[in-house]
């Protein structure tokens, strides 16, 4: 599923100017739009990840999926525009991270509204699926199926009739 809108660097530094302690902006020259919340291992195009060691920042640098990065300044070391990537930078890199999801940005940048989307989802119309929840793969929603906030389902995946889900 492509996305229909991307976020720049300065929108997403405006959603969460007011949470982040000590916010660096890194590589802002980079060309890239943002258009969901992801994982450093994601294969979503357009993400934007935590990364909380130098593992998982070498892998989100690593990942082309991977279009912004948020982390620590110790996590980073190196703030340069050399950085292959562009880094946020706070204290509180996990509180920013999940004020960001929380925002919901890939109900924005995605129609999840509709009832099927790309052909990739087909949630029935009596389901009640939480703006905040992220929707990958192929995924089957049955009727009365309930899925409460903050839930990542990843498909090939099929929920039957009546279904309730919780983060």
Not at 32 to 50: C, D, K, M
């Given at each position: 599923m492509k996305p229909h809108r991307l976020f720049s660097i300065a929108e997403i530094v405006a959603r969460i100017e007011q949470v982040a302690?000590?916010?660096?902006?890194?590589?802002?020259?980079?060309?890239?739009?943002?258009?969901?919340?992801?994982?450093?291992?994601?294969?979503?195009?357009?993400?934007?990840?935590?990364?909380a060691n130098h593992g998982w920042l070498q892998r989100a640098v690593e990942n082309d999926a991977v279009s912004l990065i948020i982390t620590t300044p110790r996590v980073a070391k190196l703030k340069s525009e050399a950085f292959p990537k562009p880094l946020l930078l706070c204290q509180n890199p996990d509180e920013v991270y999940y004020v960001l999801h929380n925002s919901a940005i890939h109900a924005e940048s995605y129609d999840l509204s509709t009832t099927e989307t790309s052909g990739e989802h087909h949630i029935d119309h009596t389901a009640d699926i939480h703006p905040s929840v992220v929707l990958e793969g192929n995924i089957v929603i049955g009727e009365q199926v309930k899925v409460g906030p903050f839930c990542y389902l990843r498909g090939p995946i099929e929920i039957g009739a009546g279904t309730t889900i919780h983060a």
């Open positions: 302690v000590g916010l660096e902006v890194h590589g802002s020259s980079h060309e890239t739009g943002v258009a969901q919340t992801s994982f450093s291992y994601s294969e979503h195009p357009n993400s934007i990840v935590l990364t």
